[in-house]
């Protein structure tokens, strides 16, 4: 509904447009991830609305609120002990910053997650994800909200940035951001950056470009950032670190950690890998309760 009083102020449109999101919704396969319905919710504004990018004035917000944190997080990659382990933590507190849970987010309360991000315990383990950096040949970083690229950006001067392409939505859905935002946030001189070729706030990989899945089948190692990558690609059979915030209970759940974590988890088959087997991941019905989960 916040998406729809972005565009109209017109009650009854309001109305017809959250009967039919509804309706869209009455008929969603539950075995399919939380993206895909926000992307069918989208298509239908956009079609009735003509408006492509509900969110832009609230992007470009939050996109100059990053370039105001930067420098001051800088500070604290550059002093800390162990410099990686400080940016991924800086990173996936980044997450915060999603418009499908609260567009009216503030400076203050980035700050905040940032403070505590650097205090609280972080699920993950930074050394085997440093040893899968230095065998990868080709990475891929699957980026999510606009906002957070800052955060993205000061992990990626972390890593070998030679081996790094950064991937975005090929048009623009809720807070993601796209090939614009990554551009103005000066990503495009750091790294080589692509787009997916899609609207799904998530990767669905039958619904992406063909050359990034070639890249995507190429590729060594994927960071995937964000709930929405993770619900579209936890079953998928390639070497995955997923770093995210844990926002909902069903991801928490499936992750095995606490809402509100801070998590770098290895997928299943990157584990099978990292065990020395080089088995297929076997996928499994995961129902996922749609009105629970919070995507990005």
């Excluded at 690229?149 to 048009?171: A, C, H, M, N, S």
């Excluded at 060594?220 to 059979?237: C, D, F, H, P, R």
Aim: net charge negative.
């Amino acid at each position: 509904m916040d998406s729809v009083r972005l565009v109209t102020d017109d009650e009854q449109l309001q109305e017809a447009l959250l009967r039919a999101s509804l309706q869209v919704a009455s008929k969603m396969d539950f075995y399919q991830p939380p993206p895909v319905m926000g992307q069918r919710i989208y298509r239908l504004i956009e079609e009735v609305t003509g408006e492509k990018d509900l969110y832009r004035d609230i992007k470009d917000r939050l996109s100059h609120l990053g370039l105001e944190i930067y420098p001051k997080m800088m500070p604290c990659v550059e002093r800390s002990e162990n410099p990686l382990e400080t940016s991924l933590r800086l990173a996936a507190a980044g997450n915060i910053i999603d418009l499908g849970l609260n567009s009216n987010l503030n400076e203050s309360e980035i700050c905040d997650a940032i403070q505590l991000s650097l205090k609280s315990p972080f699920e993950g383990n930074v050394e085997k994800f440093t040893n899968a950096i230095a065998k990868a040949g080709h990475i891929l970083y699957l980026a999510d909200n606009t906002g957070e690229i800052f955060f993205d950006r000061l992990l990626i001067t972390q890593l070998p940035r030679e081996k790094i392409t950064f991937v975005v939505r090929g048009y623009p859905v809720i807070g993601d951001i796209t090939m614009d935002e990554a551009r103005k946030a000066g990503l495009t001189r750091l790294v080589e950056v692509i787009d997916n070729g899609s609207d799904a706030p998530g990767t669905i990989l039958n619904q992406c470009t063909e050359d990034f899945c070639q890249r995507f089948e190429k590729a060594e190692l994927i960071i995937s950032k964000g709930q929405g990558n993770y619900g579209t690609l936890s079953e998928v059979a390639k070497d995955i670190f997923f770093l995210l915030k844990a926002k909902c209970p069903v991801v928490a759940r499936d992750l095995g950690c606490p809402v509100g974590s801070l998590v770098l988890q290895r997928s299943t088959y990157g584990r099978t890998i990292e065990d020395g087997r080089n088995e297929k991941k076997t996928e499994k019905n995961v129902s996922w309760p749609v009105l629970e989960w919070k995507y990005t």
